[in-house]
């Protein structure tokens, strides 16, 4: 074998793996007569691609013929071509773009897989992308709760197939093993329903009215929803219900074209995929496109319009010229969906795997400006450093760098107060409204510069008030305006001149949330000066490990006065009410300022500061 490393097998297929030009690879008795594929380990640019497809040594070794017809950006690994067991050529053939010098006689690394067997057959499916219409789905969506419901379907004469992200989300490898699952059938509600009623763990008939049956099987949720064929009215978003009779009619109402593709459920599990309206190729593009006009998708719903801003993020994709121009045309159209719908598809956006396009999507069409105002407004205002654009630029970046500074112990919400995972939504929400004071607080100064004192202030009464009428909970947005309101508080620290009492009450404002706030603050370092940079970091280092110090010898977590409200009762004789609030507030403040006092010291000085009021008389 060229390279000297021969045919080797990992369990699932076997495969050839080869370092050598184009004929010694070709030339390799282990790859006679049997069907493989050559893959490309190095990156390639598209044109050398193209250039090495048509060269007599590849004509050769797949027998001629291989003219690729399509060659996308990016894909999830180089397929260079394929020779398929029916000796046929070319069925995959696209490839990463890369970077490389044109060079005929470098050698390039091979691996051939062989195609025979059926995990080997999977295994091209995912490396190819699964361009082919009948997409092996087996490997992602295992287990007995397909072919069980197939088989219900099937033996009463209906039709089910899987649809929407789910297919979706299988051919991009997305999909988890306990992603809810959507499908649809000719079968009616009611007959759903009966089909399932024995078989599912739990039924939900909250959907019902839309023909959307819940069914609850082995821990994972599946919602089977009647083809429909609806109409909108073009004034609200909700549709008049109308059952279809097709699958072409369900798909072709669907938001993208890349949540229109849908896979046949039989009692054998996932059968033949269906992609009517190029669904697969949009996916290869990473283009979001409408089935029907993008105007008369949004008029029907103008929702969609913020979903485009979603998948951008969570996707990675972007949006065809189209639907861009048919957003900018149609975003006060959002004006029309509730608060809390436009909520939902915010946070989805921003718990996406690259938030910022979708917010940069969201502004530059407008959309923005219906649903959140706050954001693009900032692009007037220049920050005082002039490192960026405006200060929307930075805002962007502070959210980059805070994503890059998340753990893995992250949190969604913040309503539990209890870590549990995942993206961190109000660290994400107090990144990206850090600075929406700045507008507001924006002044010439006499030396030609600009400031925006007190931004902190004014920014956190803003994000309150938008989130308020975003219908947000009450412990979110007290999070996140309290994130807003203490970022700025660090740069008073300078080199260290804090006193501990100062460090205290840093730690004491920012209470639960100071991890989220440690990683705001370093996150808000965007200069370009990578001197003050380093000063910034490290004067943020020190301030760390003076909190750590501190914390070491005293419980920093809870700051609280060193007598309770019984102990004042007791020792100024005085019965519950506002009085024992005012002696406490003046124990804590206490507190904060000298550090844990013993029990004597904390009641002379609280003897001493009710004397000094007048005692009883106050």
């Known amino acids: 074998a060229a390279g000297g490393n021969g045919w080797r097998s990992d369990g699932r297929f076997t495969y050839l793996q080869a370092r050598g030009d184009i004929a010694a690879v070709a030339a390799d008795p282990g790859a006679a007569g049997r069907p493989w594929v050559a893959h490309a380990t190095d990156d390639m640019s598209v044109e050398e691609m193209a250039t090495l497809m048509k060269s007599p040594a590849v004509q050769k070794m797949f027998g001629g013929g291989v003219v690729p017809t399509e060659i996308p950006t990016s894909a999830p690994s180089h397929i260079v071509a394929v020779r398929t067991p029916d000796a046929k050529f070319g069925r995959y053939s696209y490839w990463q773009r890369g970077s490389m010098e044109t060079d005929r006689t470098r050698k390039i690394d091979y691996e051939l897989y062989d195609y025979e067997s059926p995990s080997g057959a999977n295994e091209l499916d995912n490396l190819a992308g699964r361009s082919n219409k009948q997409a092996k789905l087996q490997g992602l969506l295992e287990g007995e709760v397909l072919p069980e419901l197939g088989a219900l379907f099937a033996a009463a004469g209906h039709e089910l197939y899987l649809v929407g992200g789910s297919v979706r989300d299988a051919v991009l490898g997305r999909l988890t093993t306990q992603a809810d699952l959507d499908f649809t059938t000719d079968a009616r509600p009611e007959v759903v329903q009966r089909l399932v009623r024995s078989w599912a763990d739990a039924l939900w008939d909250t959907g019902i009215e839309y023909g959307t049956v819940g069914v609850g099987k082995a821990g994972r949720r599946l919602e089977v929803t009647t083809f429909r064929a609806d109409s909108y009215d073009q004034v609200s978003r909700n549709p008049q219900v109308r059952y279809g009779e097709r699958l072409d009619d369900d798909l072709v109402r669907r938001d993208f074209t890349v949540n229109a593709m849908a896979v046949r459920i039989t009692g054998e599990g996932p059968g033949e995929f269906i992609d009517p309206l190029g669904g697969l190729a949009a996916l290869r593009r990473r283009i979001l496109d409408t089935p029907a006009a993008p105007e008369v998708s949004f008029g029907d719903d103008p929702l969609r319009m913020l979903r485009a801003a979603r998948f951008v993020s969570q996707l990675q994709f972007t949006v065809s010229d189209r639907v861009r121009a048919a957003i900018t045309a149609m975003a006060p159209e959002l004006a029309r969906i509730t608060v809390e719908r436009v909520a939902v598809e915010l946070d989805k956006m921003l718990l996406g795997a690259d938030p910022v396009a979708g917010i940069d999507l969201m502004v530059q069409t407008g959309m923005g400006e219906v649903v959140l105002p706050e954001i693009g407004g900032m692009q007037m205002a220049i920050d005082e450093h002039h490192q960026h654009k405006d200060v929307y630029q930075h805002s962007l970046t502070v959210l980059r760098q805070a994503i890059a500074l998340e753990e893995s112990g992250g949190q969604e919400r913040s309503d539990s107060g209890e870590e549990t995972g995942g993206p961190d939504l109000v660290l994400r929400w107090a990144a990206l409204l850090h600075d929406i004071g700045k507008p507001a607080t924006r002044r010439h100064e006499p030396d030609g510069g600009v400031s925006f004192h007190h931004h902190e202030v004014v920014g ?33 620290y300078g080199d260290g001149r804090w006193t501990d009492s100062a460090v205290r009450r840093y730690v004491a404002d920012a209470g639960p949330l100071l991890p989220r706030l440690h990683k705001l603050v370093r996150a808000d370092c965007t200069t370009r000066n990578k001197r003050r940079a380093a000063r ?3 004067n943020y280092d020190d301030l760390e490990a003076r909190i750590a110090e501190l914390a070491a010898r005293e419980d920093l977590a809870r700051v609280r006065p060193d007598l309770d409200g019984n102990a004042i009762m007791e020792l100024l004789g005085i019965p519950a009410g506002p009085q024992v609030g005012e002696a406490w507030n003046y124990l804590k403040e206490l507190r904060l300022d000298r550090g844990p006092l013993s029990r004597d010291e904390a009641t002379a000085e609280l003897l001493a500061w009710w004397n000094a009021r007048g005692g009883a008389g106050v």
């Open 460 to 492: 956190a009464k803003m994000a309150r008030k938008r989130m308020r009428a975003l219908k947000y909970s009450k412990q979110m947005i007290d999070d996140v305006s309290q994130l807003v309101y203490l970022h700025l508080r660090f740069h008073g």
């Open 536 to 538: 910034l970091q490290a």
